[in-house]
């Protein structure tokens, strides 16, 4: 299958804070349609990256373009505007509200005009009980149903389908399934090769190689703020990829040693 032009590219960034140089001359790129795995163990620079994709931090070099075009996001709003999605681990989803309420937090559909305009309840829970039964989830009935009632993956699968119906384009998933048992993100990892067969662009970052093995197209390997390997599906079998992200974790005991002997 032929593959689409990126949407998203990161060329040779840095970020550096004062005193600690997160990333270094990173260069990736995301396509629609496709996975990107991001692994990297703890500091590797995994949030500083998303947060640079995700207009929150600007990076001290290089260059991001979006369609092409070089871009520098004002503020996480903008990179929001143009297509860019952020869904946390904690999904940020508030366990006493109703899962209607959730999902069109900040964009509600409203009725009536100007200043008599109101949250219409049943619209919003009519459109995300269809929403959330096509990504799967049909378990839930009422949209006034709260989302602490739902378990850790469908609150993931909520958070990642909302995204997509308010018109994500590029889908940054942090960590969406390390805080799940092996049931749950399985139906994450589902819910993931359906955005893609959507044609959403997917940053999957984790730090779990066997998940990003299950749905990965491409996958790039962070150690101290570098890309150590880039390699594709089937390059690459899982004990390969474990080493490769154990070598950070090696190289980081080296250099603590190495620290303390003079
Ligand atoms: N705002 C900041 N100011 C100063 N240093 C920072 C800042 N953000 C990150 N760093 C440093 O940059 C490096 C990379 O951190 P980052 O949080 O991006 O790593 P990570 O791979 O996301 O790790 P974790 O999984 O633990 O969050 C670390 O050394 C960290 O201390």
């Known amino acids: 299958m032929e593959r689409k032009q990126p949407i998203l590219e ?20 995301v396509r629609p349609g496709e996975i990107l795995c991001l692994l990297g163990d703890n500091g590797a620079g995994k949030s500083t990256l998303i947060k640079v994709m995700s207009g929150y931090h600007e990076p001290t070099a290089g260059t991001i373009r979006l369609e092409g075009d070089e871009i520098a996001f004002a503020s996480p709003r903008e990179a929001r505007q143009r297509g860019i999605a952020t869904v946390h681990q904690d999904v940020g989803s508030i366990p006493l509200m109703s899962v209607g309420r959730n999902f069109f937090l900040g964009a509600e559909p409203t009725k009536g005009v100007g200043p008599f305009r109101w949250f219409d309840e049943a619209k919003a829970n009519e459109i995300a009980l269809e929403q959330i039964a ?13 989302v602490g009632t739902m378990s850790g993956g469908e609150r993931q ?3 990642i389908g909302r995204a997509m119906y308010f018109g994500a384009k590029v889908l940054i998933l942090d960590e969406p399934t390390s ?11 589902r819910f993931m ?9 997917i940053v999957f970052i984790t730090h779990n190689a066997r998940h990003a093995m299950a749905v990965g197209d491409a996958f790039a390997v962070l150690i101290h703020g570098k890309v150590a390997a880039r390699f594709s599906r089937g390059e690459k079998t899982r004990e390969e990829v474990l080493n490769l992200m154990a070598g950070g974790e090696q190289m980081s005991e080296l250099e603590e040693d190495l620290e303390n002997i003079h």
């Open 157 to 159: 699968v909520l958070a």
């Open 193 to 201: 090769r359906q955005a893609r067969a959507e044609g959403v662009a």
């Open 10 to 29: 990161l060329q040779h960034i840095s970020k550096s804070f004062a005193g600690t140089r997160a990333l270094e001359d990173v260069s990736l790129e």
């Open 179 to 189: 805080a799940l048992g092996v049931k749950e993100a399985s139906v994450v990892l």
């Open 134 to 146: 096509r990504f799967g989830i049909t378990r839930i009935s009422d949209g006034n149903q709260l």
